[in-house]
C-alpha cells in the first residue's frame, strides 16, 4: 500500500515522439485512478513509466515517498497485469499463479496459502489443477489477476486488462475488479480507452490527449463539469450534443441564445445561479460560445418557450428511447426515459412524430468556441500537442547513464518472472 507521486513527468521516444508531457498527479494510499483517452494519448507509456518498464525523460516519480527513477522495476514492488496474460501453458492455474513465489524462494507452505487466497478471492479455486488451455478468456485474465495479486504488491497496475473479451464478459470482469478492489485494498493504476470503464471503476480519472492530461475528477466531477469540450464531448453515452449559441450577460444574469430564422426557431436557456455565480466570477462577458448539453438533460415539454421538431429516429434501449430529432441543421440526440409500462406500450416516438423539447439551465455546459475551455472554471486553455518543428528542434534525447537501470531487464530475465514484464 503506497501513496504515489508523478511530478512534471515527460516522455520523449527516441524517435521523438513526445508521448507524455508533464504529468503531474499526486496518488493517495488505496486510491483506484484511472488513464483514459483515445489510442495513442500515452496512457501506456504513463503506466510503464510507473512500472520502470520505460525511462523518464523528464521529471520524478515516488512511490511512497521514494523516488523511483532509477529503481528497477522488480524492485519496485509494483504488480503489472497486461491486456495479453500470457500464462504458461504447460504449467497448472496453481502453478501458473504460484511460479513467482517459487522463484523468490517462499516457503512451500506460504505460498500454498497465498494462492489458495488469491483463487478465492478471483473464484477460481475449482480451476486449480486446469491448464490454461482448459479455461475461458475470463477465467485465464482472472489467473493473471492472481499472479499479481499474491505478490502483495504496493501498487497494482493494469494495462487495459479486459479490452480482449468480449462486452458480456468484460461487463462481468468490470464488477469482478470492483469486488477484487475492496478485497485487495492496495492503490490501483488502470489504464483503458473505454469511458465507460473509467467511470465506473475510477476513485478518480484522469483524461488524456495526445500526451496531456485534460482533467483530472471524480467521475461526476468530469461528467457534470468538464473541463473542455474534449472531455466534455470524451465522457458520457450517447455523447453530449454541441450547438453554436450565444451567451448573453445582462447585470448579473446570463442565459443563453440559439438559433435565429430557421425553421427551429429560437430557444433561450437561462442558466442556473450557481452557473451564472461561476461566469460572474470569471468576468465573463457576452459572446459567442459552443454550447454542451447532455441527451439526458434534454426535456421534452409542451411549455411555450419549447423549440419544435419530429422524431427522425428512436432507439428503445428498455429503460430508455434515444430519440434523434433535428434541430438548427443538425442532429441532436434526446435519452427520454421510459417507465416500465410504457416500454412495453405502443412506441410513442414513431418517425416524425412532434417532439417540442427545452434544455435544463442547471446541465448546460458553455465552452469558449476557440479554446474549448469551459468558461465556468478558471483554468488554462487546453493545451496540444507541441508542433512538429519543435520536436524535431529538441531531438531524440540521450539516456542519462543513470537511468540505464531503470530500462527493462532483457527478455531471458523477463521470461523468469512473468510479473516484471508480459511475457
Ligand atoms: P496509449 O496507451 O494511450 O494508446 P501509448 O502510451 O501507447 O498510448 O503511446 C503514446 C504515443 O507514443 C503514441 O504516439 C505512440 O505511437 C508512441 N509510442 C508508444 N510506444 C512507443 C515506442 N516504443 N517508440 C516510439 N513511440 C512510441
Not at 42 to 69: F, P
Not at 88 to 112: C, E, Q, S, W
Not at 192 to 210: F, N, S, W
Request: aromatic share 6%; with cysteine.
Amino acid at each position: 500500500m503506497a501513496e504515489l507521486s508523478l511530478r512534471k513527468v515527460k516522455k520523449v521516444y527516441d524517435n521523438s515522439v513526445v508521448a507524455v508531457h508533464s504529468f503531474d498527479l499526486e496518488i493517495a494510499d488505496k486510491e483506484f485512478i484511472v488513464l483514459v483517452g483515445p489510442s495513442g494519448c500515452g496512457k501506456s507509456t504513463t503506466l510503464r513509466m510507473v512500472a520502470g518498464l520505460e525511462e523518464i525523460t523528464e521529471g520524478e516519480i515516488y512511490i511512497g515517498g521514494r523516488k523511483v527513477n532509477n529503481v528497477p522495476p522488480k524492485s519496485r514492488d509494483i504488480a503489472m497485469v497486461f491486456q495479453n496474460y500470457a500464462l504458461y501453458p504447460h504449467m497448472t492455474v496453481y502453478d501458473n499463479i504460484a511460479y513467482g513465489l517459487k522463484l523468490r524462494k517462499f516457503p512451500k507452505r506460504v505460498i500454498d496459502q497465498k494462492v489458495r487466497e488469491a483463487a478465492e478471492i478471483l473464484d477460481i479455486t475449482e480451476l486449480l489443477k486446469r491448464k490454461p488451455k482448459a479455461l475461458s478468456g475470463g477465467q485465464r485474465q482472472r489467473v493473471a489477476i492472481g499472479r499479481a495479486i499474491v505478490r502483495e504488491p504496493q501498487v497494482f497496475l493494469m494495462d487495459e486488462p479486459l479490452s480482449n473479451l468480449d462486452a458480456k464478459l468484460r461487463n462481468q470482469m468490470r464488477s469482478e475488479i470492483i469486488k477484487l478492489r475492496q478485497k485487495v485494498n492496495t492503490t490501483f493504476i488502470y489504464v483503458t480507452h473505454d469511458q465507460t470503464e473509467a467511470m465506473t471503476l475510477g476513485d478518480r480519472i484522469v483524461i488524456m490527449k495526445e500526451g496531456y492530461v485534460q482533467q483530472v475528477g471524480t467521475p461526476q466531477e468530469v461528467f457534470h463539469h468538464p473541463a473542455n469540450l474534449f472531455v466534455a464531448g470524451f465522457i458520457g453515452t450517447p455523447q453530449m450534443n454541441f450547438f453554436d449559441a450565444r451567451l448573453l450577460r445582462e447585470g448579473d444574469r446570463y442565459s443563453v441564445e440559439l438559433g435565429g430564422d430557421g425553421p427551429t426557431g429560437t430557444l433561450r436557456v437561462r442558466l442556473s445561479p450557481e452557473k451564472e455565480a461561476r461566469l460572474l466570477a470569471n468576468q465573463v462577458e457576452s459572446r459567442d460560445i459552443t454550447l454542451g448539453v447532455r441527451p439526458e438533460h434534454i426535456l421534452l415539454s409542451e411549455g411555450a418557450e419549447a423549440v419544435s421538431t419530429s422524431v427522425e429516429v428512436a432507439e428503445m434501449m428498455g429503460s430508455a428511447v434515444h430519440i434523434h430529432v433535428s434541430a438548427w441543421g443538425r442532429e441532436v440526440v434526446i435519452v427520454v426515459p421510459v417507465s416500465e409500462e410504457e416500454s412495453e406500450s405502443e412506441n410513442r416516438f414513431w418517425r416524425g412524430a412532434a417532439v417540442r423539447f427545452l434544455f435544463r439551465g442547471s446541465a448546460s455546459h458553455v465552452f469558449d468556441r476557440e479554446t474549448g475551455m469551459n468558461l465556468e472554471r478558471q483554468t488554462e486553455p487546453p493545451r496540444v500537442a507541441e508542433p512538429a518543428e519543435d520536436l524535431a528542434a529538441e531531438g531524440a534525447p540521450d539516456v542519462p547513464a543513470e537511468m540505464a537501470d531503470a530500462l527493462p531487464e532483457p527478455a531471458s530475465q523477463e521470461q523468469a518472472d512473468p510479473f516484471a514484464e508480459d511475457e
